[in-house]
């Protein structure tokens, strides 16, 4: 009878978990699937160092080099967040229960306590029945790969970014990188290392050689927050920013790596069917396409628009709209790590509002 369930707990989760002591809630509880701490970071490539990752936002009260030191930039994000997130979670006594797998959100008709969260927890079923519900649960385990024609037949190996680990096991073969997001052109650089590589995407990336400075940043959560107000899918904030052209990426351009190609129309056993109906023999393909939001425990509330996202309200649109006891972080304008921080304060302080 956890008077508040936060479902998730990363970045989000722990900010949220952070808080809401902080404005009177200390009956919470944090239920995270995966078997240890770090949320999606721990699952990265063993290659990509805390220097080469998006910036890891330091968590509210204690930060990144205060558990790291100030020499963390090129230990492994996997192990370092980890660490980083276990040692946050036992500072602040966070209740943190794992591996706790979230299955269902019902609704229970009670106004006091609205919410059943139904799990699994150590092979036992549990149902909690909070006054309100904070979900984190991001979109690392939902990778999201396209649809291609032909692509049942093609006999060479394809795998998502979410199942890549190191570059060795494609030296010698042609690899097709699809995306064009950060992500595809660090796999790509990586990559290219050690074999031929060839870059797709849907649409040609846009390059951005300028400081991503904080007023680049509002602006860009900005239109997302926009989106998700009305009820819209979010968006992704590369998409409104376009690719940093770090030093690294530059001399990639220059040396050929990053040449850019319409996405390919169609896959056959062994090769790809380019835009001008040529084909391409490739070996891998290898789909940096992005991830959907990992919400299919809140399918049974219907929160679904019309415009196919859901509709956020509340100051910094954490809020399902009509559901005030329902938060939504890591979704929308909240997906960054600074995101999450701010957001996970205003679902703390709105829900102790109501419930506290």
Known sequence: MAQVVVVGAGQAGLSAGYFLPRFGIDDYVLLDHYPGPGGAWSQRWPSLTLRAANHVHDLPGWGLRDALGDQCDDIPAATGVARYFGEYERRFDLPVRRPAHVTAVTRTGDADRPFAVSGVTGGEEFILRPAAVINCTGTWDHPFR???????????????????????????????????????????VEIAAVTDTVWFSRREPEWDDGPFDPDKGRRAVALVEERVRAGLPPGSVVSVTGLPLTEPMRRAREAGILAWHPMFRAMTPDSVVLADGTSRRVDVVLWCTGFRYSMDHLAPLGLRSPGGGIVMTGRLATEVAGEPRLHLLGYGPSASTIGANRAGREAARAVAELVG
């Open 146 to 188: 396209p649809t291609v024609r032909g692509s049942s037949s093609f006999r060479g190996r394809q795998l998502h970014a979410h199942e890549y680990r190191t570059a060795e096991p494609f030296a010698g073969l042609t690899v097709a990188v699809v995306g064009a997001g950060v992500s595809a052109v660090q796999l790509l």
